[in-house]
């Protein structure tokens, strides 16, 4: 049975037409009757399951929300990006290109996570943060402020990149390890254990720090 159709409120997104969507049953936190955001197709947003689009968000182009994710905010999901699980996609975020995001992760903010990248498990994007390439951020990793993770970069365990930090090529920080401020880390560097890179620090070629760099 679908749970939701589409409404007479349509609006052009880069060429593309977009509907309205409203509950047909009530599922998960949705009442039937409830106004959702907007999608281009239904294949946009699966009819199993109860993922849903909230608010004025948008997903379009080949995209797909499905599973129990939840896109909200002025959110825009697009391209042939999916966002599934128990993901949660808000605020002025934006996921597309091949990006997958799943599990319980979290992207919000002005965030922005595509390409082939991948965020899932518990893991979170947010602020001004940028993930692409083929990089993943997962585990209870968070890629916060303006920092950059793209390549074939890892970030997991409980890692944080934040500020205006760097991280790229096949690079792994992972652990509690913390890359801040302008640090860059990249090569095949590793970052790891309790390592705080702040500052103006590089971590760059075969480069393993498990101790502090200011």
Known sequence: MKKYEFTDEKISVG???LHRIRALRSFGNVNKGDLGGLIEKESNLSHIGDAWIYDNAVAYGNAKVFGNA???????V???ARVSGEAFVFDNAEVFGNARVFGYARVSGEAFVFDNAEVFGNAQVCGNAEVSGNTRVSGNAVVSGNAVVSGHAKVYGDARVSGNAW?????RVYGNAWVAGCARVYGHAKVYGDAKVSGDAEVYGYDKI?????
């Open 78 to 80: 697009f391209g042939y």
């Open 70 to 76: 939840w896109v909200f905010g002025n959110a825009r």
């Open 15 to 17: 060429g593309r037409v």
């Open 167 to 171: 991280v790229a090529g096949c690079a």
């Open 210 to 214: 498990g101790g502090d760099v200011i």
